[in-house]
T-cell receptor, first 112, second 114 residues
Framework: GESVGLHLPTLSVQEGDNSIINCAYS??????FIWYKQESGKGPQFIID?????DKRQGQRVTVLLNKTVKHLSLQIAATQPGDSAVYFC???????????FGQGTELSVKP | DGGITQSPKYLFRKEGQNVTLSCEQN?????MYWYRQDPGQGLRLIYY???????QKGDIAEGYSVSREKKESFPLTVTSAQKNPTAFYLC?????????????FGSGTRLTVV
């Protein structure tokens, strides 16, 4: 659900390693899921999305995995680069054009 | 280029003042949203509108007001009733009934009370 005053969890990785960012979503009726990347002082940018009739989708260096049984979403980033340092948000939607519900966010820090 | 534009990028407000944040989109999107983001935290929904001349409160609407007189525009007014307005404000838009309905976000307005 919505973030309500909690500080962001952080993930620190070495440059070149793979990163896995996890998200637990709240509504079993949700049928669309998105990952956003937000760099400091900027608006969130779309990374990748997935529908509930899929369990995996790949993009360029990114893979999203969906486990509907346990309502879990993950974002895998291959060969993490310093430019990947940002806050990553998952979001879920449950009807076309309806509101998205954003997760708390995870701050990814990449060490050179 | 199509996109969503927020202005100003930085805004300073004195105690007791109302200020208005602008959000304009040329994506022909039906729905528009305002979020508040505090440092190190997630997004909290203030108001949203899915059609012109109609809008709904989000989770933290107190102290804020909006209007949707045109499809392209969804300004947010931070009133003096908002006791802690210092935050980063994000506007987003999306189409209704499309294949995918992820949001497009603006670049944000950072509001500071002085």
């Amino acid at each position: 659900g919505e973030s309500v005053g909690l500080h962001l969890p952080t993930l620190s990785v070495q440059e070149g390693d793979n990163s896995i960012i996890n998200c637990a979503y709240s509504n079993s009726a949700s049928d669309y899921f998105i990952w956003y990347k937000q760099e400091s002082g900027k608006g969130p940018q779309f990374i990748i999305d997935i529908r509930s009739n899929m369990d995996k989708r790949q993009g360029q260096r990114v893979t999203v995995l969906l486990n509907k049984t346990v309502k879990h979403l993950s974002l895998q980033i291959a060969a993490t680069q310093p430019g990947d340092s940002a806050v990553y948000f998952c979001a879920e939607g449950y009807n076309q054009g309806g509101k998205l519900i954003f997760g708390q966010g995870t701050e990814l820090s990449v060490k050179p | 280029d199509g996109g969503i534009t927020q202005s100003p990028k930085y805004l300073f407000r004195k105690e007791g003042q109302n200020v208005t944040l602008s959000c304009e989109q040329n994506l022909n999107h039906d729905a528009m949203y305002w979020y508040r983001q505090d440092p190190g935290q997630g997004l909290r929904l203030i108001y949203y509108s899915q059609i012109v001349n109609d809008f709904q409160k989000g989770d933290i609407a107190e102290g804020y007001s909006v209007s949707r007189e045109k499809k392209e525009s969804f300004p947010l007014t931070v009133t003096s009733a908002q006791k802690n307005p210092t935050a980063f404000y994000l506007c987003a838009s999306t189409t209704m009934g499309g294949i995918g309905y992820g949001y497009t976000f603006g670049s944000g307005t950072r509001l500071t009370v002085v």
